[in-house]
C-alpha cells in the first residue's frame, strides 16, 4: 500500500511570494494534517482537514491557508512568505480516531 | 494551552544499557500520548500510544497522570534504536476522533556499540 506522498519535495521562493504543498493521503483516510518543522520549534500543527472540512488550526497566520479536495488529498498554501516560514512542512492522514502516517515533507525555502 | 517538554535534546548510551527518554505533559483533559521515531532517511512513524499498552521493539512507555509524564523505556538498548524520538499529546479538538498533535522537540538517541 503506498503511503503518504508529498510534492514537491524542495520548494525555493523568494519572499512575498505565494506557496503550493500538496499531499495525498494513505487510501481510506479521510483526515489530513499539516505540521510545520521549522529549526529550533520542532514540529507545531498547522490545519486539520476532515472530509474536505477544517476542523482545526494551530496558532499562525491566516496567510496560512489550505484545503481538502473530494478525494482527499490537500493542498498547502502560504500567502506573502516571510522568511520564517522557510520550514519542512508534513503532511500526516488518519482515519477516524486512528494512528497518524506521515508522509516526507516538503522543504521550502525562503530567500 | 497542552504541552509537552522533552528534557534532553540527545541521551547517548551504550548498546546493552537501559534507556529512558523523558517526556512530561500539561494537559487539561485526558490525554492521548504517543511517542513517534524517526529513524536516518526515514519518515516519522508511530512507535507506540498508551491506550494500547503494547511494547514495541522492546520499548513500553507508561502514563503516569500524578506526575504527568510518559517517559518512554528500554531495558537493552541496541545500536538500531539510534534515532530521533518524539513525544506528543493528541488533542481531538472540538469532539471525539481524530488528534490533531502537539509534539515535543524530541531527543536523540544515539547508541554507542
Known amino acids: 500500500e503506498a503511503g503518504v506522498t508529498q510534492s514537491p519535495t524542495h520548494l525555493i521562493k523568494t519572499r512575498g511570494q505565494q506557496a503550493t504543498l500538496r499531499c495525498s493521503p494513505i487510501s481510506g483516510h479521510t483526515s489530513v494534517y499539516w505540521y510545520q518543522q521549522a529549526l529550533g520549534l520542532g514540529l507545531q500543527f498547522l490545519l486539520w482537514y476532515d472530509e474536505g472540512e477544517e476542523r482545526n488550526r494551530g496558532n499562525f497566520p491566516p496567510r496560512f491557508s489550505g484545503r481538502q479536495f473530494p478525494n482527499y488529498s490537500s493542498e498547502l498554501n502560504v500567502n506573502a512568505l516571510e522568511l520564517e516560514d522557510s520550514a519542512l512542512y508534513l503532511c500526516?492522514?488518519?482515519?477516524?480516531?486512528?494512528?497518524?502516517?506521515f508522509g516526507p515533507g516538503t522543504r521550502l525555502t525562503v530567500l | 494551552a497542552q504541552r509537552v517538554t522533552q528534557p534532553e535534546k540527545l541521551l547517548s548510551v551504550f548498546k546493552g544499557a537501559p534507556v529512558e527518554l523523558k517526556c512530561n505533559y500539561s494537559?487539561?483533559?485526558?490525554?492521548?500520548l504517543f511517542w513517534y521515531v524517526q529513524y536516518s532517511r526515514q519518515r516519522l512513524q508511530l512507535l507506540l500510544r498508551h491506550i494500547s499498552r503494547e511494547s514495541i521493539k522492546g520499548f513500553t512507555a507508561d502514563l503516569n497522570k500524578g506526575e504527568t509524564s510518559f517517559h518512554l523505556k528500554k531495558p537493552f538498548a541496541q545500536e538500531e534504536d539510534s534515532a530521533m524520538y518524539y513525544c506528543a499529546l493528541g488533542d481531538s479538538g472540538s469532539g471525539a476522533g481524530s488528534y490533531q498533535l502537539t509534539f515535543g522537540k524530541g531527543t536523540k538517541l544515539s547508541v554507542i556499540p
Open positions: 494537559y487539561s483533559g485526558s490525554p492521548e
Open positions: 500526516a492522514s488518519s482515519s477516524w480516531a486512528d494512528e497518524q502516517f
